[in-house]
Structure formats: C-alpha cells, structure tokens
C-alpha cells in the first residue's frame, strides 16, 4: 500500500469540472499499473461495526455475498465518477484501466448511476 507521501507525489486535488474537488495526476499513469488502496476506517452491512453510507464509502462485495465498506481517510476519496472511467478498483486496489496523461483528472465508474448528492 502508498502511503500518503507516496500518494501526493502521484496526485494532486483540485476543483473539478465534474463535481466539488477531484483527483488528478500529478505524472503520467501506464495501463494496468497500481494507482493506491483506498484506505480508512473499515465496517460491514448491518453488522456491529457498520458505516454510515456516504459520499467517500467504498463498498465492496465480498466472495460470501457480504459487502465491506471504507471510509476513505486518504488522497483517493477525491476520485469522482466518469462515464469512460481511468481506474477502476479490484477490491480497494485501485488499478489504471488505461493510459493516463499528466494533468488529467482520475475517474472511475461508481457501478450505478450517482446521487449527485452524495458525491
């Protein structure tokens, strides 16, 4: 895992065209490389640590059906949803899914439609 120095020498904040703040690159990003884990305070669905469901949860679904979710605490909760996403996560990994170019802002595919009042 990148920690938070390893993180901002790859990425940077700023406002984004697409909502509030987004994550952009700070070099360029070759497809298939390893972006971060998404990293925070962790809970399951309806268990006895759960989370509350908000605009910087990660939920994913286990091999048993559960679903686990974190809190980003890091750099990587900026990432917003876009239509042809750049990354996409395997578990909270987070990978590149194409070529990406200095400057650009990172997106990924939320796997549904968002609520914009959420993001």
């Known amino acids: 895992m990148l920690d938070e120095v390893e993180l901002e020498a790859l990425y940077y904040v700023d406002d984004s065209g697409i909502h509030g ?25 309806d268990g006895s640590n759960a989370l509350q469901n908000g605009s910087h949860v990660l939920w994913v679904e286990e091999e048993d ?31 590149a899914v194409k070529n990406i170019r200095a400057g650009e802002e990172l997106t990924i595919d939320y796997g549904e439609e968002p609520n914009p009042d959420l993001c």
Do not use: C, S
Not at 27 to 45: F, L, R, S
């Open 21 to 45: 703040k987004g994550l952009y690159a700070r070099v360029a990003i070759k497809k298939g490389t390893y972006m971060g884990t998404y990293d925070g305070p962790e809970g399951v669905e």
């Open 65 to 95: 059906g559960t679903w686990t979710g974190r809190d980003g605490q890091n750099i990587l909760r900026y990432l917003n949803h876009g239509a042809e996403p750049h990354a996409e996560f395997n578990g909270f990994d987070l990978y």
